[in-house]
């Protein structure tokens, strides 16, 4: 789930000022669920603009509104028939919902409420942690579902580095478990340990373009 977290009040200002009427839009896929860009949080921004502004004698026409999801336009109809009444719109999603509706609306200035984080998992209440760095080369075949990406201080792809302390914790913080010493216990508890010296080639940092996914069961759908 991508998880995403309010930007201040302040940056968020700075952006409608100018504009009279607005409408903030949430969205209610991941930054819904981590408490960050549904119904209750948009209705949250637009009172706490509302109110800053007030402060400094500005009226701002704020209204609210939520579809699905941001990152596809099946759900947009009702927002269609909608943006044509607002000078500017505050989106509530992720970087990726963001740039949906900045480009189904392009005479339309869109801003972002929130900075999205990472990619994570949803512990407990208002409670995420990161799980995955989005790298495209997953590895957690052979580290038993321990993602040295993430959980690894410095990212290593072929087992530990030399600041693993003796209790098995990392030499960046001693509250935080080596993530090779991790895989390392998890892979010999499963009778695999052979998958440790496996040696995974360097990291192809170049030509880093944007990326596209079509899942396989879909190609065809999309051959012109």
Request: charge should be negative; glycine fraction near 8%; include cysteine.
């Amino acid at each position: 789930m991508i998880i995403a977290e309010r930007k201040p009040l302040e940056e968020i200002k700075d952006m409608v000022k100018g504009y009279k009427k607005v409408l903030n839009v949430g969205c209610g896929g991941c930054t819904s669920i981590c408490l960050a860009g549904g119904q209750k949080e948009v209705n949250t921004l637009n009172a706490d603009l509302k109110k800053d502004l007030s402060s400094e004698n500005i009226v701002l026409d704020i209204d609210a509104f939520v579809i699905e999801r941001q990152c596809n336009y099946d759900f947009f109809e009702a927002l269609d028939e909608m943006i044509a009444n607002y000078d500017a719109v505050i989106s509530m999603a992720c970087g990726v919902g963001v740039q949906f509706v900045a480009e189904r609306y392009p005479e339309t200035p869109v801003f972002p409420a929130l900075n999205t984080v990472f990619c994570g998992a949803d512990r407990d209440i208002g409670w995420f942690e990161e799980s995955c760095r989005t790298c495209g080369e997953c590895v957690l075949a052979e580290t038993a579902g321990i993602c040295p990406v993430t959980r690894c201080a410095k990212g290593l792809f072929n087992g530990p580095c030399g600041g693993t302390r003796l209790d098995g914790t990392c030499e960046v913080d001693k509250d935080t478990p080596c993530a090779w010493y991790e895989i390392h216990k998890r892979l010999q508890a499963q009778g695999r340990l052979e998958n440790i010296i496996k040696i995974k080639p360097p990291r192809q940092w170049e030509n880093q373009t944007r990326r596209s996914l079509v899942q396989e069961d879909y190609k065809q759908r999309y051959i012109s």
